[in-house]
């Protein structure tokens, strides 16, 4: 068992699924053996492995080593780390109990392993790469959980391995050349602002000039209204007057379609 941990404490990037596989199988026999030095040299190999893997790992095996990170966390003394690693491993497979012949019942690994269930499942979105794409925990996603840890993998199109890396929450990700986001369209949706609606806007002007058309008709009757001379019919009078009241009327109507539609143009054209 000693000469199997020192070997891996050594082992040469890039690391490979098979020898982090066997880092972990290391630390799971260093734990239930109580073999605290044992533990942190194949757990320090484990995260040194993620830092320079050469091949893509599965879901299931990113949930194996989030159950590790787990123990090591407790192992240290931090629950809560433990908790939030605890809570990435059933995030991916929510199924998993440790077996007794790891963690004994009645441990205190077992109720933070229970608790875990209630990690949120927070993401924040990752930048998209120029080229290939990014996966969170061995599946990809343009999402990085943002409350517990992850490991995060660019995948290179050819799917080599370009940068890894395991994030707990609040560390940055890799730097990488991300697709710029002026290249992306960026056409109108239904919340876009735009201009104003031309019908509506054409009938508000049209309405507008016959409200001015109409008050200057009335002005002009009015005028001739007054300058009637005096011996005029009272017929007379009462047609000049009700003609000048009615293109009044016709002229405020307008006035009122035209503001009305002008409005309407405005607010139907800007969302």
């Not at 491993?89 to 690994?109: K, L, M, N, Q, T």
């Not at 007379?236 to 009241?245: C, H, I, P, S, W």
Request: aromatic residues 6%; negative net charge.
């Amino acid at each position: 068992m000693i000469l199997l941990l020192a070997t891996l404490a050594h082992a040469a990037c890039p690391a490979s699924p098979g020898t982090i596989e066997a880092a972990l199988d290391g630390a799971q026999v260093a734990f239930r053996m109580m073999d605290r030095a044992g533990f942190q040299g194949a757990t320090d190999t484990v995260r040194e492995g993620l830092e320079c893997l050469g091949e893509r790992m599965s879901p299931t095996l990113a949930a194996r080593v989030h159950r590790v990170n787990g123990l090591r966390e407790f192992f240290a003394g931090n629950d809560a780390g433990a908790r939030l690693a605890f809570g990435a491993a059933r995030a991916i497979d929510p199924a998993y109990e440790f077996p007794e012949s790891i963690v004994p019942a009645g441990h205190p690994v077992r109720a933070l392993y229970a608790e875990a269930i209630n990690v949120p499942s927070v993401t924040v979105a990752a930048p998209r790469p120029v080229e290939g794409q990014v996966e969170f925990d061995g599946t990809p996603s343009p999402n990085r959980p943002s409350e517990r840890p992850t490991l995060a993998v660019l995948v290179r199109s050819d799917r080599s391995v370009a940068a890894s890396a395991y994030l707990w929450p609040g560390d940055p990700l890799f730097p990488y050349a991300a697709a710029s986001t002026a290249s992306v369209a960026t056409a109108p949706t239904s919340g876009a602002r735009k201009g104003p609606n031309w019908p509506l806007a054409i009938a508000a002007g049209a309405s507008g000039l016959l409200a001015g058309g109409a008050l200057l008709a009335a002005n002009l009757s009015d005028a001739d209204f007054n300058a009637m001379a005096v011996g005029s019919s009272e017929a007379e009078l009462r047609a000049a007057q009700a003609q000048t009241n009615g293109l009044q009327v016709a002229a405020a109507g307008l006035g009122v379609v035209g503001l009305g539609l002008g409005v309407g143009a405005v607010v139907a054209g800007s969302w």
